[in-house]
């Protein structure tokens, strides 16, 4: 990955691996994955449903539950400090406070028994006291650009629409000014209009707060305007990354082009969307050479048969595979 200097470097993910074990043998959801987050940037991690996108984001604050995760190697350093070698109360004090997260579906993250006020309430007792007040939770919900904050702060989630839901959620996780916003799949389930004003809140609130945020998603078409860097992950590893602009204007591997063709462009005259042919593999069955090659349009003989190739840095560029190279 680039070398950054340690002021500048928020976050640094270093070979992180993390295994289920089933009765199929092991699952290697996290094989290997790298990357790192500077300060006051977007990283998007975008890939198919089921290729360990959300399990590398809740390894960053340990939440993976253990049994029956197993974190097999690797290193987490936030500011320097290794998040898999913290103590129960270290990760108490930095999980909401220094790595905040919006977790996917809204309406099932929000306990639907209290107040949405009050579940706000919660997080500032617990790493803010000092500004566990009304007048506050009001504050953190008009900064999320819900009108009149007051009485929206004395309903409960389902008295409020999913859009609302959604900033009631960032609202919860901006209580405590994390450094890190991690943002998992947040327009899910969400309509193209209100998936645009979150999207839009996200960066607009990034540049008032100044934080960094990990992107979730399987969409390619929503960090454009939003993400400095992309990270494309297939089947437990990074396959790509590079500069946002750059990589998606000038994709390389041949899974990242696959994505890019797959979204729906206005005007486009097409009797059927393009898709990508095949699964993603099954992670305890995984076969020798690129976990791509069985899907793959550019595939070669030794695909299948050499071990797949590292991921290498070339002029901010890097991508797994020796065929496509910046």
Known sequence: MTTNSPTEVLLRVIDLRVSFFTDEGEVRAVDGVSFEIRRGETLALVGESGCGKSVTALALTRLVPSPPGQYRGGQVLLDGEDVLTMSKQRLREIRGARISYIFQEPATSLNPVFRVGFQIKEALQLHRPELATDDEVVRLLELVGIPDAAQRARAYPHQLSGGQQQRVMIAMALACHPALLVADEPTTALDVTIQKQILELLRDLKQKLQMSILLITHNLGIVGDLADRVAVMYAGRIVEHGPARTLLTRPLHPYTQALLKSIPRLGAQRERLVSIPGVVPNPARLTTGCKFHPRC??????????????????????????????
């Not at 590292?310 to 496509?324: F, K």
């Open 297 to 326: 349009p550019l595939v070669q003989p030794a695909c299948s048969a050499e071990p797949e190739p590292s991921l290498e840095e070339r002029d901010g560029r890097a991508v797994r595979c020796p065929y496509v190279m910046p």
